[in-house]
Every structure is written in structure tokens, then in C-alpha cells.
């Protein structure tokens, strides 16, 4: 099992830019996580979604930011614009259809850095 | 809602010794705990879950305690090896909210 994938890896862009973030989950697990890592406030949820429907985006920060999930295979998460307060580490995570429903399966993380 | 939090942001222990990592959580309808280990660069990796109907979990060198009286699990790490250095994580959880994560404890192994 290739487990979840991210890509890039790593991101730099200016403030302003679009940048989008992709995920593919492990397959067959149906729900999808997006969760960003910064030392002053630690891993936050900003969104998931059940079956590719978001159910809880409370966690977006703001409008500039979008998740999607148009099939079970693929999730991205949208900044536009960017400023420097977004940089941060962003993961990815799924969970199994079956098993612990909570047991959540992580990324390796993008790494983002807005100047 | 729920908030977690570690008692100790870094903690460091001799190579062979045991180390406990504990945490505290606040919402006591929480059902579901986890620990995760984060090593530099990588994304979280699962290490042991615990439910609120029990309170003692083992796995390899590892053990996860849990007193719902006082809202509280720890995690033992017995003969800490160098490879146990990492950020470890708990997390409290229950029903559609998913999971709290704590902000974490950084585990440094001395030589």
C-alpha cells in the first residue's frame, strides 16, 4: 500500500499567488482530512469530508481558502490569495471504510512557504 | 469543545531508560484516544489507541494508560531506543468531530 500521497512536497510562492495542494487518499478508505501544522498552534483541522461530500469545514480560516474532493481518489486544497501567515505544514489524511473509525492514516505533508 | 494539551512541550530521557509522556483532555463525552509519533519531516504515524471502556492498552514497548476520573492518558515508552526521538502526539475523540490533537512533546533520547 503506497499509503496517502501529497504533492509538492514542498512549496514556495509569493504573497498573492494561487496555490493548490493535492492529495490522493489510501484506497478504499472514504473519509479525507486536511489539517495544518504550525509550531504556535500545532495540527488544526480545517476540513474533511465522508464519501467525497465536505462534512465539517468549520476549520477553514477564510474564504481564501477551498478544499474539494470531485472523486474518491483525489482532494485539493485551494489558497488564493496566499500571504505569509498561511505557511505552514499541510496534511492529508483518510480513514478506512471499516475498522477504527477515527484511526486516521496521515501524509507526508507539503511544506509551505509564502514570502 | 474539546481541547488537549501535554503537560510537558520536551522531555528527555537516557538511551535503555523508560519514558511517560502524559496528556490531558477536556471534554469527558471523548471516547476514543490516540497517540502519534512525528519524526522530522514526515507526517504523523499512528502508534496506539485506547477507548473510554478501558484503561490500560499494550503494544511493543509501548503502553497507553487512560483515567477518565481525572481526564488523563499517558503513553510509556519502555527502553527508549534513539529511533524513539519524535514529536509524539495524543488525540481525543468521539463521534462526528473527529479528533483534538494536542500540541505535542518533543522526546529527546540521550546517548
Known amino acids: 500500500d503506497a499509503g496517502v500521497i501529497q504533492s509538492p512536497r514542498h512549496e514556495v510562492t509569493e504573497m498573492g499567488q494561487e496555490v493548490t495542494l493535492r492529495c490522493k487518499p489510501i484506497?478504499?478508505?472514504?473519509?479525507l482530512f486536511w489539517y495544518r501544522q504550525t509550531m504556535m498552534r500545532g495540527l488544526e483541522l480545517l476540513i474533511y469530508?465522508?464519501?467525497?461530500?465536505?462534512?465539517?469545514d468549520s476549520g477553514m480560516p477564510e474564504d481564501r481558502f477551498s478544499a474539494k474532493m470531485p472523486n474518491a481518489s483525489f482532494s485539493t486544497l485551494k489558497i488564493q490569495p496566499s500571504e505569509p501567515r498561511d505557511s505552514a505544514v499541510y496534511f492529508c489524511a483518510s480513514r478506512p471504510a471499516s475498522g477504527s473509525r477515527e484511526t486516521q492514516y496521515f501524509g507526508p505533508g507539503t511544506r509551505l512557504l509564502v514570502l | 469543545g474539546e481541547s488537549v494539551g501535554l503537560h510537558l512541550p520536551t522531555l528527555s530521557v537516557q538511551e535503555g531508560d523508560n519514558s511517560i509522556i502524559n496528556c490531558a483532555y477536556s471534554n469527558s463525552a471523548s471516547d476514543y484516544f490516540i497517540w502519534y509519533k512525528q519524526e522530522s519531516g514526515k507526517g504523523p504515524q499512528f502508534i496506539i489507541d485506547i477507548r473510554s471502556n478501558m484503561d490500560k492498552r499494550q503494544g511493543q514497548r509501548v503502553t497507553v494508560l487512560l483515567n477518565k476520573t481525572v481526564k488523563h492518558l499517558s503513553l510509556q515508552i519502555a527502553a527508549t531506543q534513539p529511533g524513539d526521538s519524535a514529536v509524539y502526539f495524543c488525540?481525543?475523540?468521539?463521534?462526528?468531530?473527529?479528533?483534538?490533537f494536542g500540541k505535542g512533546t518533543h522526546l529527546i533520547i540521550q546517548p
Open positions: 484506497s478504499g478508505h472514504n473519509s
Open positions: 469530508f465522508n464519501n467525497n461530500v465536505p462534512i465539517d
Open positions: 488525540a481525543a475523540g468521539g463521534g462526528a468531530d473527529g479528533l483534538t
